[in-house]
């Protein structure tokens, strides 16, 4: 199966399991919550939706492995792993706000080459695959042509459970507030990249991600003609567990921002 018949079909997937999280939505008992960790938040809807995910994509590439949010499967893949966030933004589907989504890629070796991500409150499904092009839904997407700071919106993730770089946090944000049209905290790293992929901000950045928050998401930004690195350096933004994704024109306006301010980037 060539990567633009995986992408199709990833899609349907990804809409099939959007679906049954938009009716879950409908109904949603939140003494169903359970707590993984300190403001880690899981529920049925989760775990169910990743259960689908992995029955539909062990069927569509036999071969491939997952790396799983949920821990639905482990098994590794020798060429191709799926990686899989089931529900990005559950603090916000907990709490009925409707920016949330179902976010897969997949990986040939260490790159990935197809990526999907679904908002079922909207029904927007952004999708694309290595040399494909960036959709949403089945219209072409690029990232904005703002040309600098100063024209651009920023996307970014709050720290929610470590505290312990806090203080370089704010001041990053500080730095940010006073150069650009303004930050937003939308909840879902999976739809902020989505969003800097069909140009509806500039930039995001965060910290302490997962590769299942950023893996679907990345290749749609860089397929939308985007730049991606970690925040001071190029290198392994999938697994590195911070990112930095612009329209390209922003990019070293933003890392020398966080450069300036941000004195423990893991590497
Ligand atoms: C979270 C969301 C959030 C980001 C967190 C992620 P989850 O994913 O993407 O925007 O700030 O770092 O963990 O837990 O809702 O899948
Ligand atoms: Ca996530
Ligand atoms: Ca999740």
Redesign the pocket.
Do not use: C, I, K, M
């Given at each position: 199966m060539n990567l633009s018949q995986l992408s199709q079909n990833l899609n349907i997937i990804a809409r099939s399991v959007g679906a049954f999280i938009r009716q879950e939505a409908e109904t949603f008992d939140t003494s169903t919550i359970e707590m993984k960790g300190f403001n880690?938040?899981?529920s049925y809807v989760?775990k169910q939706a990743e259960v689908q995910l992995v029955e539909g994509l062990r069927e569509l590439l036999p071969e491939a492995g997952f790396i799983t949010?949920e821990g639905t499967d482990s098994t590794k893949g020798e060429r191709y792993n799926w990686v899989i966030?089931?529900?990005?933004?559950?603090?916000?589907?907990t709490h009925s706000l409707p920016i949330?989504c179902v976010?897969v890629g997949l990986l040939d070796g260490d790159e990935v080459v197809v990526g999907v991500v679904y908002d079922p409150s909207r029904d927007e499904c952004f999708s694309a695959y290595k040399g494909g092009g960036a959709f949403c839904n089945a219209n072409p997407i690029k990232v904005s042509e703002a040309p600098a700071l100063g024209n651009a919106l920023i996307a970014?993730?709050?720290p929610?459970y470590d505290f312990g770089l806090m203080q370089q946090y704010l001041q990053v944000l500080g730095g940010f507030m006073a150069k650009s049209h303004g930050i937003r905290?939308?909840?879902?790293?999976?739809?902020?990249l989505a969003y800097v992929a069909a140009g509806r901000c500039e930039g995001f950045f965060?910290y302490?991600?997962?590769a299942?928050?950023v893996a679907g998401g990345s290749i749609i930004v860089q397929e939308a003609g985007g730049r991606l690195s970690k925040f001071t350096s190029d290198g392994d933004y999938v697994f590195g567990r911070e990112i930095v994704a612009s329209n390209g024109n922003i990019h070293s306006e933003m890392q020398e921002i966080i450069q300036e301010h941000w004195k423990q980037t893991a590497e």
């Open positions: 880690d938040l899981v989760d949010e966030d089931p529900l990005d933004g559950t603090t916000n589907f949330y976010s970014t993730g709050f929610y905290r939308l909840g879902s790293a999976a739809l902020d965060e302490n991600l997962n299942w928050d």
